[in-house]
């Protein structure tokens, strides 16, 4: 639905797969920082994630990010207003074939989707997650960083002379 308010911070429903957007699933790890330079898994549960969505991984980046915001807003400390924000993304499917070493596989580029590797299975006992890709070395396909005065503009709005 056009226009929904729900939409607007990434909390709309669910996008049908179709032909020309096949659903991937992603793995996220939201970390946060005080310089930039050293990042640590947000504080705020959960840090990380599985995601099956028809959108790119940028998108759901992005998506990621709207919804940590949403929950900062309701955090009555403040904690998080001199804060980096950043949130790693990796097609699961094609993260899968780096972890086993099958040829040909790895991250791609910001924006990677995975199209064609979509209807692979993940093995029992894989573990999906973010932090699992991070400590085996696998680069994501894609990064998002917000400074401190983006985070404090994207959670408390952007007010001009502030």
């Known amino acids: 639905m056009a226009g929904d308010p729900l939409s607007s911070i990434g909390l709309g429903a669910p996008l049908d797969a179709d032909a020309d957007h096949p659903r991937a699933t992603y ?4 970390q946060v920082s005080r310089d930039g330079s050293v990042w640590i898994a947000d ?3 959960p840090s990380g994630g599985i995601e099956v969505s028809v959108l790119s991984a940028l998108e759901v980046a992005r998506q990621v990010l709207r919804r940590r915001f949403v929950q900062l807003r309701a955090d009555d400390s403040a904690h998080w207003s001199d804060h980096w924000f950043r949130v790693d993304v990796w097609t699961v499917e094609r993260s899968r074939k780096a972890d086993t070493g099958d040829a040909g ?4 580029g910001a924006g990677a989707t995975g199209a064609g590797a979509t209807g692979a299975e993940v093995p029992a006992g894989w573990a999906l997650s973010g932090r699992h890709l991070q400590t085996r070395g696998i680069a994501p396909d894609v990064v998002e960083v917000r400074t401190p005065s983006q985070v404090r503009c994207q959670v408390g709005g952007c007010q001009v002379g502030r």
Do not use: C, Q
């Not at 793995?27 to 939201?30: E, Q, W």
């Not at 596989?105 to 791609?108: D, K, M, V, W, Y």
């Open 105 to 108: 596989a790895g991250a791609t």
């Open 43 to 45: 504080r705020a549960e």
């Open 27 to 30: 793995a996220y790890l939201v």
